[in-house]
Each structure stands twice: as C-alpha cells, then as structure tokens.
C-alpha cells in the first residue's frame, strides 16, 4: 500500500512539473514574427540642369591711370546688382562638376574728385558706373548629399559708364562721357543647399580682374563750342557677394543608397 501511494505522489509531481520545464524548449523552437528593415533613404543627385535668379552687393575699384602728369584718385564704385543664371551639373560619386552662365543688371557707381597742386584751382571729378555684367563658368564641387561646396572660375564681361568732369568748383564745369565694354575673368565659390527636391538656395562670393582697360573720354562741345577727346587708361577689378535660388529639372533623383 504505501508503495503504491509512494508511486501516485510521483506520478502527479512529475505530471505538474512537466508543463512549466519544457515550455521554455518548446518555445525556443516557435519562429519569431519578422519585421523587415527600414527602407534605404536615397541620397541626393546634384546631376541635371537648373535656372534661376540672384542679387546681391559688390564694390569695385577703377585705378585711372596719370595722364599729362596728372595722378588721379582712385574710384570705388559700389552699390547692387541683380539678374539670372543657368547651368547644368553632372555628381559622380561625391564630385559634382558643372558649366553656368550668367547676367546681371547693376548699379553700381562712385564719383571721386582730384585737386592737383600747381593747376590754379581746377579740379577734377571722375565717375565711374558698372550697370551690367555677365560670366561664363566653370563649376566644380563635392557634395554632402543636399549641401554642395563648389568652387567656379572662367570669364568676366562688363559695361561701364565713365565720366570725366573738370571743374573750377565755382559753377564752371566741363563735363566729358564716354563708356566701355571690358572683358576679364571672374574666380569664387560658394555653398548651395538642395532646399525642396527641385529648389536649391546658394550663397556666393566672386572677384572679378579687368586688367587695364582704354576708353575714350569725350565732349561735343566744351569751351568755345569745339569738341574735344581724351585717351584714358583704367585698372579696375571688382569683388561680389550674392544669393541665390535655382529651380533644378530632374533633381533629387536617387543616387547612391543610404543607410
């Protein structure tokens, strides 16, 4: 009798032991639900082409060189600018490589007066005035998926108005005109900000050298009715900082998968 209990009491222990010891093996063998990884975010493709428009601010500088031995204040013309450009990029990998041109409107001018010693108190004004200019560029850059710095170079065309006016600051003026077509080149750099996937917003600083530069200075009729010319000669450069936005066609396409 008592090993027949014996062995009922064994037989109900292991009975309600067996649930709670091989649960945890059982459970080891049921696969878990899969969740997937999260999509791969493209990175940002710089590669198309693009318009838009600019403005900013400039200073210039025109160095009028000696004439009759007479020296000359130098003239810093200054003011703004504003216009349009369009180019077009190509990004392999993290290098983006690209051509833009450009044309602004501008008005950016400054008069300056020289009083030589020895002349009798006749003095001079010189005025010299930018009110457009244009570039055709280089463009070449490395890219952080929508930030690009870039560096760009080629060259420089612009117009001036010049004017020469001589003067004895009592009301006798003498007033001589005469404008130029330069060409030179243009180097700077910038940043620019892939915004929305088809807008981007940059940031940019330019130098612009001339070189030295003739013009013509003239008159219809200066004292006594007769008309005069005179041959200057003007160093001059320029230096800029604008912003812009571009509106991009085919921008933002994926690249290069990101993690």
């Known amino acids: 009798m008592n090993k027949t209990l014996l062995s009922g009491v064994i037989a109900l222990a292991i009975s309600t032991l067996t649930p709670a010891v091989l649960a945890p093996a059982?459970?080891?063998?049921?696969?878990?639900?899969?969740?997937?990884?999260p999509a791969a975010a493209p990175a940002y493709s710089w590669t198309g082409c693009?318009?838009?428009?600019?403005?900013?601010?400039?200073?210039?500088?025109?160095?009028?060189?000696?004439?009759?031995?007479?020296?000359?204040?130098?003239?810093?013309?200054?003011?703004w600018f504003a216009?349009?450009?369009?180019?077009c990029d190509y990004q392999v990998g993290s290098l983006v490589v690209g051509i833009e041109g450009q044309f602004d409107w501008a008005d950016m001018k400054d008069t300056t007066a020289t009083v030589p010693a020895g002349v009798g108190g006749v003095g001079f004004l010189?005025?010299?005035?930018?009110d457009r200019f244009a570039t055709a560029t280089?463009?070449?850059?490395?890219?952080?998926?929508?930030?690009?710095?870039?560096?760009?170079?080629?060259?420089?065309?612009?117009h001036f108005d010049q004017n020469f006016t001589q003067t004895d600051f009592l009301g006798t003026t003498i007033p001589m005109n005469g404008t130029q077509n330069i060409a030179?080149?243009?180097?700077?750099?910038?940043?620019e900000y892939a915004l929305l996937p088809n807008v981007?917003?940059?940031a940019e600083y330019n130098y612009f050298d001339f070189g030295r530069n003739?013009?013509?200075?003239?008159?219809?009729?200066?004292?006594?009715?007769?008309?005069?010319?005179?041959?200057?000669?003007?160093?001059?450069?320029m230096q800029t900082f604008m912003l812009g936005v571009n509106y991009r066609f085919g921008m933002g396409a994926p690249l290069v998968a990101r993690y």
């Open 184 to 191: 030179g080149f243009v180097v700077g750099g910038g940043l």
């Open 50 to 79: 693009y318009v838009g428009g600019n403005g900013g601010g400039g200073r210039g500088l025109n160095e009028w060189q000696p004439l009759q031995g007479i020296e000359f204040n130098s003239v810093h013309n200054s003011g």
């Open 126 to 130: 010189l005025t010299s005035k930018l």
């Open 83 to 87: 216009g349009v450009q369009a180019g």
């Open 26 to 37: 059982l459970a080891a063998d049921v696969p878990l639900p899969y969740k997937a990884a």
């Open 200 to 202: 981007s917003l940059k």
């Open 214 to 237: 003739g013009v013509l200075i003239s008159c219809a009729a200066c004292i006594g009715g007769a008309a005069a010319t005179l041959p200057f000669e003007i160093k001059q450069s």
């Open 138 to 158: 280089a463009r070449v850059g490395y890219a952080f998926d929508r930030v690009l710095l870039y560096a760009k170079g080629g060259a420089a065309f612009a």
